[in-house]
């Protein structure tokens, strides 16, 4: 009988992981296209939650990659949820004199806030209070760090810094021991006669949160020195794990066909891979003495290695009865 369709029938999936693809080869050029062919499973290890398996229901040869149709899964880790993270950020006013062992940290009250050059689409840096909020701390971070020099006496050091707002006072009193306040070094640099620096690093695993940018200078030698930054930039950009990763076990998969014969998915192998050992009975050990156990004060202790052997050996009738028990037969025709 016609009608509308039953909303109980069936299930529909809008989102989450429900394809993989593969090339066959790895990046040292292996070929694993057999192990792929006949693999039901797949599991990946991400750098951020660990290991997660995928069933896989289909497997379609596609050139040198295998399309594998899997059992669909909502999204299993942070890498899936790619946000627009390139923001180019400025100091302003541009100029800025500091002495020897000196922070500056960039919001209005400080020293002046940065100004948005581009990016920052999603809006995770806040013009007003100067604030950049980390909302995805397991993504992996390119941070490039630029300063221009003038009037520059000594050879000061720079350290770039994400600060918590929350460890300004910290940052500003004890700036040597910062890394306790959970603010981040993006890197450090020597001034010297050059007029522009430039550094570059990556980062992952910055706890999510608020932070403002700022940097230390630092100069152990008595005599000031000091110079005048015209030009402070930020560059934040998002990155994804490669497939290079150091991480062992980027990718299992089951079954293990190298092995086949000899494994737990080969179900006519019938050998007995893992040895039974009883609950209750010993292993009494006469190797080296044939009247005395070398193991006796184990035994009586009740620590022996327990014997490999079923307890159902002695418990059940049908094993005791023709072993040690003994038993009769009554019928009439037996042994005719």
Known sequence: MAGAPNPNYGQTFTKGVKYLKINRLDKDGMDYGQKLALADNIRINYPDIGAVQYNILTTQQQGNS?????????????????????????????????????????????????????????????????VYTLNLPNITYSITSSITVTGLTGTPIVMFALIPTSSIDNFIENPFNSAEYGIVNLGQVTLNSATTFTIEGEFNNIPGGAYYFGFLSANFIITPNSFTATAISFEINQEIAGFDSPN???????????????SDYNAILGN???????????????????VTPINFELIVSGTAQKAQIQDSNYTQTGWTNGRYNGSRNSSTDFNQ
Request: charged fraction near 20%; glycine fraction near 6%; hydrophobic fraction near 30%.
């Open 66 to 130: 295998y399309l594998m149709g899997l059992i669909p899964q909502e999204i299993t880790s942070s890498l899936n949820n790619i946000k627009d993270y390139e923001i180019s950020l400025v100091k302003s006013p541009t100029s800025i004199t500091k002495n020897a062992t000196e922070t500056a940290i960039f919001i209005d009250s400080q020293d002046g806030g940065l100004n948005v050059a581009s990016g920052n689409v999603e809006g995770y840096y806040n013009t007003t209070d100067d």
């Open 272 to 290: 007995a891979d893992i040895p039974q050992f009883s609950n209750k009975f010993q292993d009494v050990d006469y190797s080296d003495n044939y």
């Open 248 to 262: 062992e076990g980027l990718l299992n998969i089951s079954p293990e066909v190298l092995n086949f014969a000899y």
